[in-house]
């Protein structure tokens, strides 16, 4: 990311109230995606809000206020880690819930 981005990113996590907020979230998905394997581990049980899917979501909502120039920037790293995500994970065949509307990282599942 470029400076200019960083400074964007900041100004972001302070209006969220949220320092770090990227940092974290991109630092979930380095651990995942150091997991060895062709498929992301599930966790033993479900974390609300330490799952990776939480991580995108705060990128998600980072990137829906960020300036359009920081946005593409941010959204290009974010677009191969979805790349990454969807290659190691696979399509639920289960109903959705209403509450992941749009949100297509929720739709898919990991290998345990």
Not at 2 to 15: C, L
Not at 53 to 65: F, G, I, Q, S, T
Request: aromatic share 8%; glycine share 6%; charged share 40%.
């Amino acid at each position: 990311m470029s400076a200019r981005t960083r400074v964007a990113v900041r100004r972001v996590e302070d209006e969220l109230d949220q320092p770090g907020i990227v940092a974290r979230a991109l630092a979930r998905f380095d651990r995942a995606f150091a997991q060895p394997g062709r498929f992301l581990n599930a966790p033993e049980a479900w974390e609300p809000g330490l799952e990776i899917e939480d991580a995108r979501d705060d990128l998600e909502e980072v990137l829906r206020r960020l300036p359009s120039g920081a946005r593409a920037d941010l959204g290009r790293l974010v677009h191969r880690i979805d790349e990454e995500f969807e290659r190691r994970t696979l399509p639920d065949p289960g109903p959705m819930p209403e509450w992941t509307a749009g949100r297509w990282w929720w739709w898919r599942i990991r290998d345990r």
